[in-house]
Nanobody, 123 residues
Framework: VQLQGSGGGLVQPGGSLKLSCAAS????????IGWFRQAPGKEREGVSF??????FYANSVRGRFTISRDNAKSTVYLQMNSLKPEDTAVYYC???????????????????WGQGTQVTVSS
């Protein structure tokens, strides 16, 4: 099982980025995938989650971020619009074990993690 996150970079406030999480070693449509982020000096937090057509977002990103998946390409995306300096963090994708949807932000439910991609929002 491997998850390869990519697409991070430096962007100005108000700008956009699209992160990708390429999955291998398992059937993507059999599992939920979450995006998490960790800012300097802060704990890692859940950003978004997708599974079985359901999508979830943290309050801080709802309306600005959109999660999607392409099972044929074994890839999950995170489109990030209207970026703010407080979105600056390392972003990780992770594969969930079976979990109650209400606990999608609970990290012990995630068994496999990508290596992280840096997103910096700054003028």
């Amino acid at each position: 099982v491997q998850l390869q996150g990519s697409g991070g970079g430096l962007v100005q406030p108000g700008g956009s980025l699209k992160l990708s999480c390429a999955a291998s070693g398992f059937a993507l449509d059999d599992y939920g995938i979450g995006w998490f982020r960790q800012a300097p000096g802060k704990e890692r937090e859940g950003v978004s989650f997708i599974n079985v057509g359901r999508k979830f977002y943290a309050n801080s990103v709802r309306g600005r971020f959109t999660i999607s998946r392409d099972n044929a390409k074994s890839t999950v995306y995170l489109q990030m619009n209207s970026l703010k300096p407080e979105d600056t963090a390392v972003y990780y994708c992770a594969r969930a074990s079976r979990l109650p949807f209400s606990l999608w932000q609970s990290q012990p439910y995630y068994s496999y993690w990508g290596q992280g991609t840096q997103v910096t929002v700054s003028s």
